[in-house]
């Protein structure tokens, strides 16, 4: 086996641990609860019987380690169990909701990714210029701002005084696809501005980075055009850490949508969860803090892996 | 046409002929492509447009102007060997620190500043501003300003509490993890690993959802989830120190792990960890805000910059921009924090790009 596959095994050997702690750490959190879910759920004034009988009715009776691998191989295959406050299957209130979240994050995506790379390749080329540090500064604004704060300038600006979009991105009914991305594109623009500083940033570090390197100068110096530097002798090099910060912003999309769900009440997992966790519907809130970190684990290890894979070190080795 | 577009373009133009004159490039390059960037807006927008460009340029020069005041002011206060440093701060630095000296302000004297309490009910529901309430009244009719006032000290003192003890145990557990290294190290750094692995509002949530909100145990949940950075950070940095001759002959010297962590590394590892600690509260601080505006932070009555954008969000669909002052406070605040954050790590490190 060539030494790439190896360390590419390592790696998602390691993501898959990782995603076994968390689960067990997200299980295991709840019998934390002083008392038991039972207790919580029911108050102080609860009466034994009512008690017993939902502790009958969660399985509370069976030892946790039991209980934690009949919820994992129940997650596995989608089934999270009931929630404790409308009694629907979890699985059914999560599955149309994540597709939105995802329809949300893929949005913001595809426009916050070419943007933020030629923004950033742009910027390192103009370094040290009036033009590099007043978008420094724009950026560090739009990171430092909490995703609520730029969410709600949008709607004054585009849906209050302008008119040109809706404030809340309710979906209801059939909606062409045209009109689907119209409804959404106040809260995908919301996470495009916080996204795209975050990559306009790492990008400049990364392509700055390479172009201070020696091949770059040498390059410059035989007398190969601006363009051909770039494209032909720092690009091949730059793929490795533009995936990685591509990949980096995107685990970064999935915690900002929590935010800005609320904030424009879309119908998605985050609005779902911060509901849930305000009634303490344990089985919801657990289901979805797994889909959230197993998504984000997914990204990250997307991102060394990708990493790994675009490295002409690792591809040829010696 | 009337005289303010005509006024706006003359002196744009005009002011763009004189930097070029006296050979401001830069500056002549600025002025031009907002006199170009100005005519695109003005067909789109019409004079509304221009007089936001012109609002704009005011505020920022205002704020440039106060930086520059305030960063002369500190030079001539400060002890030579500080005002050498800090005469070489760039104005957003001298920005920064004039947001968090009146911030600081703020949070001291929120009692002598603020006209009404935090909690007190003086006028009726979204009542508009008057000369008695400066920003007018929120959602059950207190004073928005008095609110702004004490939400200084509590937000930012939660959040500094917060910071500070994520500090004392990450910072703790690297120095002794770097000292003693073996087990604990690993172990230490396994768990750090796996804390960082979950995205941390997510974090959060599953952990109020299980203690409740309850003001203690915001800070302990939010410490927990940033220590790990620290820790990282500090295992780093006293790596880097713990190999150093100096600590050889501490240790040969018999000095115990406490002493050569207090008096040999500790202060030898310091900069990098300043600086660290203001990047660390920028992330708690906006934690906390995010989580207060979802209503599981600080609870009502407490005045709350997060929670009062939540309260009063429903004004900005009729174009009312209550809501946006809080959230501003926020973004202001951590916006300034990272200005200075910015600063410090460009001296610490020498970087000049």
């Known amino acids: 086996m060539s030494p790439v596959i190896i360390i590419v095994l390592k790696r998602l050997g390691l993501g898959l641990l990782t995603l076994f702690a968390i689960s067990i750490l997200i299980f295991f959190a709840v019998e934390m609860l002083p008392g038991d879910i039972a207790q919580a759920v029911l108050g102080q004034g609860a009466t034994e019987e009512n008690l017993a009988a939902l502790r009958e009715k969660l399985g509370l009776d069976q030892p946790a380690p039991v209980r934690y691998l009949q919820w994992l191989s129940g997650a596995l295959v989608g089934d999270f169990g009931t929630s404790l406050v409308s009694g629907e299957r979890v699985s059914e209130a999560i599955s149309g909701r994540f597709t939105n979240t995802l329809f949300l994050a893929a949005y913001a995506a595809v426009i916050a990714v070419p943007v933020a790379i030629i923004l950033g390749i742009i910027v390192a080329l103009l370094r040290e210029t009036l033009f590099d540090r007043v978008s420094n500064i724009l950026a560090l604004t739009a990171i430092s701002s909490p995703e609520f704060f730029l969410g709600y300038i949008l709607i004054l600006v585009f849906a209050v005084n302008m008119g040109a979009f809706p404030a809340i991105a309710r979906l209801s009914g059939d909606l062409s696809f045209l009109e689907l991305l119209h409804r959404t594109f106040l809260p995908a623009l919301t996470m495009v501005l916080v996204v795209v500083a975050h990559m306009m940033r790492m990008t400049r570090a990364a392509i700055i980075n390479l172009l201070a390197s020696p091949y770059i100068e040498m390059a410059r110096l035989k007398g190969a055009p601006p363009w051909k530097v770039i494209v032909h002798h720092a690009l091949p090099n730059a793929w490795a850490p533009i995936i990685n910060v591509v990949a980096l912003n995107l685990a970064y999309l999935v915690t900002g949508v929590v935010l800005v769900e609320v904030v424009f009440v879309y119908p998605g997992i985050g609005q779902l969860l911060v509901d849930a966790v305000s009634k303490r519907d344990f089985p919801i809130v657990q289901a979805c803090c797994l889909i959230f970190a197993a998504t984000f684990i997914l990204l990250n290890l997307a991102a060394d892996v990708g990493a790994i894979l675009t490295n002409p070190r690792l591809r040829h080795p010696k | ?353």
């Open chain 2, 1 to 353: 046409m009337s005289y303010f577009v005509v006024g706006y373009y003359a002196m744009l133009i005009g002011a763009s002929c004189l930097a070029a004159h006296f050979k401001q490039r830069s500056l002549f390059l600025l002025l031009f492509s907002l006199t170009l960037v100005s005519f695109v807006m003005g067909i789109i927008g019409g004079a509304p447009a221009l007089w936001f460009v012109t609002v704009g340029a005011g505020l920022i020069a205002l704020a440039a102007g106060t930086s520059y005041a305030f960063r002369e002011f500190l030079v001539t206060i400060a002890p030579p060997e500080t005002a050498k440093e800090l005469r070489t701060a760039p104005l957003t630095a001298a920005f920064g620190l004039f947001v968090i000296f009146t911030c600081a302000i703020a949070m001291v004297f929120a009692d002598l500043i603020a006209p009404y309490g935090e909690a007190e009910v003086i006028s009726s529901a979204f009542a508009p501003p008057d000369e008695n309430l400066l920003l007018g009244a929120d959602q059950l009719g207190r004073d928005i300003f008095s609110r702004l006032i004490y939400g200084a000290r509590n937000t930012v003192g939660l959040a500094l509490a917060a910071t500070a003890l994520a500090f004392i145990m990450g910072a703790l557990a690297g120095l002794y993890a770097a000292t003693k290294g073996g087990m604990f190290d690993q172990a230490m750094g396994r768990i750090a690993d796996i804390i960082m692995s979950v995205p941390s509002l997510i974090f959060a949530l599953l952990m109020l959802s299980i203690f409740g909100t309850n003001l203690a145990i915001l800070v302990i949940i939010v410490a927990i989830i940033y220590s790990p950075r620290v820790f990282r950070l500090t295992r780093a940095v006293a790596g880097n120190v713990v190999v150093m001759d100096y600590i050889e002959a501490a240790k040969l010297r018999g000095e115990g792990t406490w002493y050569l962590i207090r008096k040999e590394i500790l202060p030898n590892s310091t900069a990098p960890l300043i600086a660290e600690f203001g990047l660390e509260f920028c992330f708690v601080f906006l934690l906390i805000a995010g989580l207060s505006f979802l209503g599981l932070g600080i609870q009502p009555p407490t005045a709350d910059w997060g929670s009062m954008v939540r309260e009063n969000a429903t004004l900005i669909s009729f174009g009312d921009i209550t809501p946006l002052i809080p959230a501003g406070a926020i973004a202001l605040l951590t916006v300034a924090v990272n200005f200075v954050v910015d600063w410090m790590l460009f001296r610490s490190s020498g970087l000049k790009e």
